[in-house]
């Protein structure tokens, strides 16, 4: 197949994924060992398209983020609280992220953990789905630092490919009584100096093939893969937050069960 269309291929599915409790990750891992990719050659790909997915964000949301920094320039309350509770929520995820780098490689390269954990990460949406007690509309920046911290540990969860970063955090905030649209934003925000963080990590380790020019893709596959994402990603978030709103997260739930369990009657089959 064409790099081009197989990088298209990729920004497709990362930015479907990247938003949705469904795993990017997980769904990048199973789209290149169904179409035969060679991992190792789209790995550095894999984890910098998602920036592209991470600019839909600050697009989307722009206002709010302009909104926060002036808040930042005049000290206002609610605004050193919004930045207080994302650094507090990616606190975890950075330091076990760093700590456990090289397991959490090895899990990257398997994809029976990835068919397990969708399977597994749909179940926990239903049950969690309906036992939680949403409280009532808030922000961002009206958080307690427990439930900023409860956010953050959950996070944790998603080094395992196939868990879903923002179902993880979207889930944990449920649970912890944080009504669904605050959740999923929180989630959409959170993604930003996550996912910066792992792509800056990523080029730092890959810099010696980057200068060589051995990485097997080059960046013409990267910068359209990311492109790709963005304009996809960008869809996804503005249909997403309404519609989680209305309907809750059932349908991702039983999504994930489908296809992890397609994924292991496959591999049971091959």
């Keep these: 197949m064409d790099t081009i269309i197989t990088a298209i291929l990729l920004g497709i599915v990362e930015g479907l994924t990247e938003f949705l409790p469904v795993s990017s990750t997980g769904h990048l891992i199973l789209a290149t060992e169904l179409f035969g990719f060679a991992p190792d050659e789209w790995a550095m790909f894999n984890v910098v398209i998602q ?105 944790c969860l998603a080094m395992v490919p196939g868990v879903s970063r923002s179902g993880a955090t979207i889930m944990g905030a449920l649970a912890m009584g944080i009504e669904r649209r605050t959740a999923a934003e929180f989630s959409f925000f959170l993604a930003i100096p996550t996912m910066m963080g792992a792509t800056t990590l990523e080029l730092i380790e890959k810099h010696d093939a980057i200068m060589a020019g051995t990485l097997g893709v080059g960046w013409s596959e990267i910068a359209v893969g990311f492109a790709v994402s963005f304009v996809v990603a960008l869809a996804v978030i503005r249909l997403f937050v309404a519609y989680v709103s209305r309907a809750g997260f059932k349908p991702f739930a039983w999504y994930r069960i489908v296809v992890g369990s397609a994924a292991l009657a496959w591999l049971a089959l091959r």
Excluded: C, D, H
Aim: aromatic fraction near 8%; glycine fraction near 12%; charge should be positive.
């Design 51 to 155: 920036l592209g997915a991470i600019l839909a964000v600050v697009v989307q949301y722009w206002r709010t983020f302009w909104a926060v920094g002036m808040g930042l320039l005049r000290l206002e309350p609610v605004s050193l609280r919004f930045l207080r509770n994302l650094l507090v929520a990616f606190i975890p995820s950075a330091i076990l992220g760093l700590a456990f780098k090289a397991q959490i490689n090895i899990l990257l390269g398997s994809p029976m953990v990835v068919r397990w954990a969708l399977v597994l990460g749909g179940i926990a949406i239903l049950v969690i789905e309906k036992n939680a007690k949403p409280g009532e509309p808030s922000g961002i920046g009206q958080l307690p630092l427990a439930q900023a911290l409860g956010v953050g540990l959950a996070q």
